[in-house]
Every structure is written in C-alpha cells, then in structure tokens.
C-alpha cells in the first residue's frame, strides 16, 4: 500500500527531498552531457574485463541510483531530473492523485490526476 501524503506532509517532506533532488539534478545533469563518452567507454570495458575510465563513473551512476531509492522508498515518485519534477501520492475525493512539485516553487500547490501527468496540474483549493 502506497504512502499517502496531504499536502501539509508533502510540504514538510521537501525540506529532505529537495537536497536529494538538488543533487539528482546535478549528477544526471553531468551524466546527460557525457553520454557519448560514457556509452564508449562502457562499451569498451564489457569487451576488455573493465577500464579506469569506466570505474571514475560509476560512483555517479551509483550515487544517483542511491538517491532515487531514497525518494522512492519515501512513496514520492521521480518525474523528470531535467526540470525537477516529483509527484506525491495522494487519496482524494475518493481516489488516488498525484500532489505535484516542480523544483524551484516554493511549496506544493498543484496536483494532477494520476493519468495526467504535469499539463494536467490544477491549483490545490481544499486544504
């Protein structure tokens, strides 16, 4: 069963997930604007038993999957490291909904159907 998070627990959550996200940001950030490289270079290894090249890079592959597994294991799910993007699980009105947070805006204030997705966000009106 999913955690369900009120906008309240959601706002109070960002103050530990928004570090982690910071960080998400930063090594994906680094792994997006090597990509060639590293491909090459992981391409290279598989055939030769390893490189130097390749072991300088998996620290930042394994600290950013460290990081998602902390915010996962906290029910909120990452949308997109681009942009910053994570939704929490919510339940009203009967049913589950995201609560959706951009980095960069000061607290929760959208959410979306599950279905949805971002350019579905509408304004939280029922605290």
């Not at 609560?99 to 000061?106: N, T």
Request: some cysteine; aromatic content about 12%; charged content about 25%.
């Amino acid at each position: 069963m999913p955690k369900y998070y009120t906008p309240q627990e959601a706002n109070e959550a960002l103050s530990i997930v928004g570090p982690i996200l910071i960080e998400l940001m930063e090594i994906s950030g680094k792994i997006r604007a090597n990509q060639p490289e590293y491909w090459t270079v992981v391409q290279k290894s598989a055939g030769n038993g390893g490189s130097p090249a390749l072991s300088k890079l998996l620290p930042d592959f394994d600290r950013l999957d460290a990081l998602l597994h902390k915010i996962q294991d906290m029910g909120i799910e990452v949308k997109d490291l681009t942009i910053g993007l994570i939704d929490f699980v919510a339940y009203h009105d009967g049913r589950e909904i995201y609560l959706c947070w951009k980095f960069g805006e000061d607290k929760i204030q959208f959410w979306h159907e599950i279905n949805e997705g971002f350019q579905g966000r509408q304004l939280i009106n029922w605290e």
